[in-house]
């Protein structure tokens, strides 16, 4: 008989879904101690959280999410909310002595985020922050590729995150579908909501940053308030660059934006290592681009790995060889990951600490853009 794993989701959104799909999909294809169970959804407006737990097959639904968090029926609670109700509601499950997995950013700016990773290894609660591109199979092998030595010494990291949605002026910010455009609920624009992602995953392939060099830009400089109906001048970030150093000696190169037409979500990355390179596009997920050096001269080139063997990471928890999985698996094996650690005691990355390191380094960033100069971490 399996355990119980009662799920608490604060929030019916975009990412309530990908987490939702994933945990009724986990135990279909992972053999785990644990059966998730979508107990209560929590979120502002009662309809449509009813609904959402209609469609998903949730128990209960709450509108005050602090009644999910004292509920002694809920082992674990999903942060799913904008980026300002993170650390409260991640503090409180804390002393609850829940289970926490908090959406990206962890927070605001890295003193709340400090405050979270203070609140749950105090409680000795497991805990996770969702950089869920770390668990996509390419970037994985990419990772494992690294550590055995592949590459060899790293010189170059680069990576960006493109996306074109605000570049209309009528676009206005704050309320709930345009938060991400309103300070006070994301924290910061683009450093936070996209940079965070290659920030993660650069420190966990690459290691520490220890200094950066940023330049951010506001396109549009005023849009409308949908809280108070008047033009408000906008003060996140709609695009940013910067460079950076990293313990290893490499160079970091990183650009995120909202203003390049025609990019949805181009999140790419690549490596240049003594021995060899690897790049991925989030565009084309299953494939991980790799030269090796070592190669025999006259064959020597790029080839495209098709992520989709039963040996490539996960890849033979799904169906046969040559067949793509996508962008929802990647959630499907963050709650597989994070379900397994709950029976091996094993923490598993990203943790609310791995969480704050990237926080540190969107603060320096930010930091650098707003004074002009390096700044060191
Ligand atoms: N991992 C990723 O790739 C990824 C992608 C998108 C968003 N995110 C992160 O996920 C979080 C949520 O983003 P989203 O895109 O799902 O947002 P969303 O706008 O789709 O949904 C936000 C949800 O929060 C709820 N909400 C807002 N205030 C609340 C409160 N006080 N109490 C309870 N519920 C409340 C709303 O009802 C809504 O259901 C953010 O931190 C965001 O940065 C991560």
């Not at 940053?209 to 970030?237: H, L």
């Not at 690897?278 to 025999?296: C, I, P, T, V």
């Amino acid at each position: 008989m399996k355990k119980r794993l009662n799920i608490g989701m604060i929030g019916y959104g975009f990412m309530a879904r990908t987490h939702s799909n994933a945990y009724r999909k986990v135990g279909n294809f992972f053999d785990l101690e644990y059966t998730p169970v979508l107990k209560t959804v929590c979120g502002l407006v009662e309809e449509e959280a009813r609904a959402f737990a209609a469609r998903w097959g949730y128990e209960k639904v709450e509108t005050d999410w602090r009644k999910v968090v004292e509920d002694p029926a809920i082992d674990l609670i999903e942060i799913c909310v904008p980026n300002n109700f993170h650390a409260q509601i991640a503090i409180a499950a804390a002393k609850a002595g829940k289970m926490i997995v908090c959406e990206k950013p962890l927070a605001l700016n890295a003193a709340e985020a400090l405050a979270m990773t203070e609140a749950v290894e105090a409680a000795g609660v497991p805990n996770l922050a969702s950089f869920n591109y770390r668990r996509i199979p390419a970037v994985t092998l990419a990772k494992q590729m690294i550590d055995e030595g592949r590459l060899g010494k790293i010189f170059h990291y680069r990576a960006n995150f493109l996306q074109d949605w605000t570049i209309s002026a009528d676009v206005p910010q704050g309320g709930m579908a345009t938060w991400r455009l309103d300070a006070k609920a994301a924290g910061s624009g683009v450093t936070g909501d996209l940079l965070a992602h290659c920030i993660d995953l650069a420190l966990w392939q690459n290691g520490p940053i220890t200094s950066v060099n940023a330049m951010t830009e506001i396109f549009v400089k005023e849009r409308k308030s949908v809280e108070s109906g008047k033009m408000e001048p906008v003060v996140i970030d709609d695009a940013c660059t910067f460079f950076c150093r990293f313990g290893n000696g490499s160079m970091g190169n990183f650009e995120a934006t909202r203003y390049a037409r025609g990019h949805k979500a181009l999140f790419t990355f690549e490596i240049n290592g003594e021995f060899g390179s690897l790049a991925w596009d989030l565009h084309d997920l299953q494939r991980l681009a790799y030269f090796n050096h070592n190669d025999e001269g006259i064959t020597r080139g790029w080839r495209s790995i098709h992520v989709t063997d039963g040996d490539h990471p996960y890849m033979g928890k799904w169906w046969v060889p040559g067949l793509a999985i996508g962008y929802e698996h990647s959630f499907v094996h963050q709650a597989a990951d994070f379900i397994e650690s709950l029976s091996t005691g094993k923490p598993v990355g990203a943790t609310f600490r791995d969480g704050m390191e990237t926080q540190r380094v969107c603060d320096a960033v930010l930091d650098s853009a707003k004074s002009g100069t390096w700044v060191n971490l």
